[in-house]
Nanobody, 124 residues
Framework: QVQLVESGGELVQAGGSLRLSCAAS????????MGWFRQAPGKEREFVAA????????YYLDSVKGRFTIARDNARDTVTLQMYSLKPEDTAVYYC?????????????????WGQGTQVTVSS
């Protein structure tokens, strides 16, 4: 089992940037594919980005491609989401998630462990 704790969410103006971090503990971090999801009020949780166990494969939601970058540091058991050119529609609670196995998947049902979330608010 792995425990996940997100940090870095805050209020930012449109066009600004944020860096979210997720610290993992409890098991071998590099055994997990890692993902970021987000959930806005009144909406379903949606996939944002995912990264393979060794970091060589990444996937992104189309609307964040070119603005967000997912990365991981297996030596420090962390995964980050660097966000640039933020838009009001990026406002949501952002969740870090981990899944056992090797496939980099984009559905929340395929992830086994979740953090508590961190709020990102982008003002216009």
């Amino acid at each position: 089992q792995v425990q996940l704790v997100e940090s870095g969410g805050e209020l930012v103006q449109a066009g600004g940037s944020l860096r979210l971090s997720c610290a993992a503990s409890g098991h071998l971090f590099n055994n997990y594919v890692m993902g970021w999801f987000r959930q806005a009020p009144g909406k379903e949780r949606e996939f944002v980005a995912a990264i393979s166990r060794n970091g060589d494969i990444t996937y992104y939601l189309d609307s964040v491609k070119g603005r967000f970058t997912i990365a991981r540091d297996n030596a420090r058991d962390t995964v980050t989401l660097q966000m640039y050119s933020l838009k009001p529609e990026d406002t949501a609670v952002y969740y870090c998630a981990a899944r056992r196995g090797t496939a980099v998947l984009m559905s929340s049902v395929d992830y086994d462990y979740w953090g508590q979330g961190t709020q990102v608010t982008v003002s216009s």
